[in-house]
């Protein structure tokens, strides 16, 4: 999900306008739920620390395997790798390397194809889902200068085959790949300042791309790459990134489509907006940081990811609050050395994946020399319980 994708799913350039932004001191609901102790989620927790660099995940049930995005260094020439990893003890079954860096992922069983996006590089590399072969390299940013346009998000429409990229630049870009059809590309421009996050509804045929300015997030016809319409807090009253109050930096749909979770990267809250109105549902302050929103629609649960770092505080660590998925009220939060990344769900909703960045700042208190990041596996039917007995 967040760079899912993401989602997650986050790329360099959406990390440095994270750090870049300014948190205001927050009396946060997520940082007042009951926090979830490591003795009481022990039995929940499965983990895997042998990989550097990670960032995006997603798993393959009919595969029984969880994919791991990977690049150990932003050094240009630097390999990318996804990772092939049991999906309940994370034990690593193999490995793929690329050509170019890994941060992005999103899969199409249907076809038997797994994305992965370049972000760096401005490009999506194309594998065969079961043998891990490349397929194809889809390059999508222009270059300028030494520098290609980024990459971030990666949404997938198994129906037709249809594959939605974000670029978070300062005018935002939306590419349509249709992958089924020698990969043709649709460039769709002015997408919204910082077109970072991304969510496709395909029962409503619509995809939705947020970031930040005066209309946070934008409506496009999922076919066409028409936009049909945009969503905007009204805090925002001037062009400009200086101007703009909000980085919705990533999004996710409820399990009908009715709601749009986005994490907000400046405030460090959750927005909650109706799908059908566009109008503001209702916020929730989550922490410094906010990254990554998930919704299990099984145990009707949202998860948030906060890194616990802005400019202004460097030295924290993050961790993840757990939201009711009916009131949105905060239920529970687990703190976690390192800033947590990207979440996937996983087991038709029995698990939660989550990416885990160790610090890579030499005066964070934590900051270990060549340490490996870490990939943790949430049982969620376990997790409710450590929460029930708690409360």
Not at 228 to 245: H, L, N, Q, R
Not at 276 to 303: N, S
Request: hydrophobic share 40%; aromatic share 6%.
């Amino acid at each position: 999900m967040a760079l899912n994708s993401l989602h997650a799913r986050s790329s360099s350039i959406v990390t440095a306008i994270c750090l870049l932004v300014s948190t205001p001191a927050l009396a946060a609901d997520g940082a007042t739920a009951r926090e979830l102790t490591p003795a009481e989620i022990a039995t929940a927790t499965a983990r895997q620390d042998s990989i550097r660099g990670v960032y995006e995940l997603i798993e393959a049930p009919g595969l029984d395997t969880l994919f791991v995005a990977s690049t150990p260094s932003f050094d240009a020439g630097t390999p990318g790798y996804v990772d092939l990893l049991d999906p309940v003890d994370l034990s690593q079954k193999s490995r793929i390397e690329l050509p170019r860096r890994a941060f992005a992922l999103a899969m199409d069983e249907k076809r038997g194809k797994l994305f992965v996006g370049n972000t760096l590089d401005g490009s999506l590399s194309v594998l065969d889902l079961k043998s891990g072969a490349l397929l194809d390299t889809v390059q999508l940013g222009r270059k300028d200068g030494e520098w290609f346009e980024h990459t971030r998000m990666i949404e997938v429409d198994e129906e037709s085959g249809r594959v939605f990229v974000t670029s978070p630049s300062p005018t935002g870009t939306l590419w349509i790949v249709e992958a089924g059809k020698d990969n043709a590309v649709q460039r769709i421009d002015n997408a919204g300042l910082w077109a970072a996050g991304l969510a496709h509804d395909p029962a409503k045929g619509l995809a939705y791309v947020s970031g930040g300015g005066m209309e946070e997030v934008l409506v496009v016809d999922a076919k066409s790459g028409e936009r049909v319409g945009a969503f905007s807090t009204g805090d925002t009253t001037a062009e400009g990134a200086d101007a703009s109050k909000h980085f919705f930096v990533n999004l996710a749909l409820d399990g009908e489509g009715r709601r749009l979770f986005a994490t907000d990267a400046n405030s460090g809250q959750l927005y909650v907006f109706d799908t059908g109105t566009g109008k503001v549902l209702k916020t929730v302050p989550i922490g410094l940081g906010t990254l990554d929103v998930i919704h299990v629609a099984q145990t009707d649960q949202i998860f948030v990811t906060y890194r616990g770092v802005d400019r202004e505080h460097p030295k924290g660590t993050g961790g993840i609050v757990i939201l009711d998925g009916t009131s949105l009220a905060p239920v529970a939060r687990i703190a976690l050395a390192g800033h947590p990344n990207s979440l996937a769900a996983g087991e038709q909703g029995k698990a939660l994946f989550v990416t885990v960045k160790t610090p890579t700042e030499k005066d964070h208190p934590d900051y270990r020399e060549g340490a490996n990041d870490t990939v943790l596996r949430l049982d969620l039917d376990k997790l409710a319980e450590a929460i029930r007995q708690q409360g």
